[in-house]
């Protein structure tokens, strides 16, 4: 026993290093093409460097390298792109180098404002995005879903050292289930059992913290039984957090119900150390005034989120983000 012990230790060490050695071959690659892209932007711009001039490098590369990929023509104007994008962000430069060239690429190609690269640069490195689930949360607008949710903080929760760093660590007011590929007409139990069949791709969409505890989670109160639909520990948070689903529009006994939950969580589950319990109600739809009504006079630390099925569109996001800028100015 004792020597398997030592043997598991050479493991982690030999992993901890492939790891390392990756991280500073990765950081060196990406330094290669910034500094790729400096040079050729430079001579596109200060010579008569021209498309022909560009075609004629490829050749060379080719010949002499021969293996290298992603030295084409549409690969060296993409690190001209790479360089320009970022060469004057004293904050966002020094980050690039923490992903892979693909993901890179990927955010690159699939944003607009230097804002939200950034937002999606913070985002891959804290939770070591691969390249799918970095296109998955592009495709579903992870950024302006995050913007829209400023006002669904709850105040019971102390905010995570380094959230503004940490982009995933808030509660959404919308979340985007188009994985889950559920009929037009689906209960409440078929949700259910979607988002558990597709649990990898639910905690992706709340968020790498949430770590999942059950389904139909059993607590008994005054000799009775009652099932919480799903159940979760955030790291983040270090708590437990409940979810409610309900599949039509969001009603105020909901969150007596909720309440009733956390109380019996805090009671009879949480551990020492650890925080007040935390609901998540999701929901098809929502009104704003009669969600208002319903929290004025609570203190419950309960999230009311909305959920989609397919894809959200763009465009609606964006106007919801201007109507909401809008009344954050008038505020002021």
């Known amino acids: 026993m004792e020597k398997e012990l030592e043997f598991k230790e050479i493991i982690n060490i030999i992993q901890n290093h492939r790891q390392s050695a990756y991280r500073k071959i990765n950081e060196e690659l990406v330094t290669m093409y910034f500094e790729i892209g400096k040079y050729l932007s430079e001579k596109v711009k200060s ?3 021209g498309s022909k001039a560009i075609d004629k490098l490829v050749l060379i590369i080719k010949s002499q390298y021969p293996y290298l990929k992603g030295f084409n023509r549409a690969g060296l104007y993409r690190m001209i792109q790479f360089y320009e994008t970022y060469r004057d962000n004293i904050i966002v430069s020094p980050l690039v180098t923490q992903l892979s060239w693909t993901n890179n690429l990927l955010i690159l190609q699939g944003t607009k404002t230097i804002e939200e690269k950034e937002f999606y640069i913070r985002l891959c490195i804290k939770n070591n995005y691969s390249k799918r689930e970095l296109h998955r949360q592009i495709q579903s607008h992870y950024y302006e879903r995050f913007l829209l949710s400023n006002g669904n903080a709850l105040e019971s929760l ?4 380094g959230e503004e760093d940490a ?10 289930l188009e994985f889950l590929d559920l009929p037009n007409n689906y209960k409440e139990k078929d949700l259910k059992t979607a988002i558990t069949s597709n649990l990898k791709d639910f905690i ?17 109160v005054g000799g009775r039984d009652f099932y919480i639909d799903l159940l979760f520990y955030n790291r983040a948070y270090s708590c437990l957090v409940a979810f409610e689903l309900k599949i039509g529009e969001f009603e105020p006994e909901y969150l007596s119900k909720m309440n009733f939950y956390l109380e019996a969580l805090d009671r009879q589950e949480r551990k020492e150390g650890e925080n007040p319990s935390v609901g998540i109600i999701l929901c098809s739809s929502k009104n704003e005034t009669i969600v208002e009504y319903a929290q004025t006079r609570s203190n419950s630390p309960t999230a009311i989120s909305t959920y989609e099925t397919k894809l959200i569109d763009k465009k609606l996001l964006q106007k919801k983000l201007i109507e909401y800028q809008k009344a954050f100015d008038d505020k002021d």
């Open 204 to 220: 992706l969409e709340i968020g790498k913290d949430f770590s999942f505890v059950g389904q139909e989670y059993r607590i008994q």
């Open 158 to 161: 102390e905010p995570v050292v």
């Open 47 to 49: 010579e008569d460097w």
């Open 167 to 176: 982009p995933n660590t808030k509660i959404l007011d919308q979340y985007s």
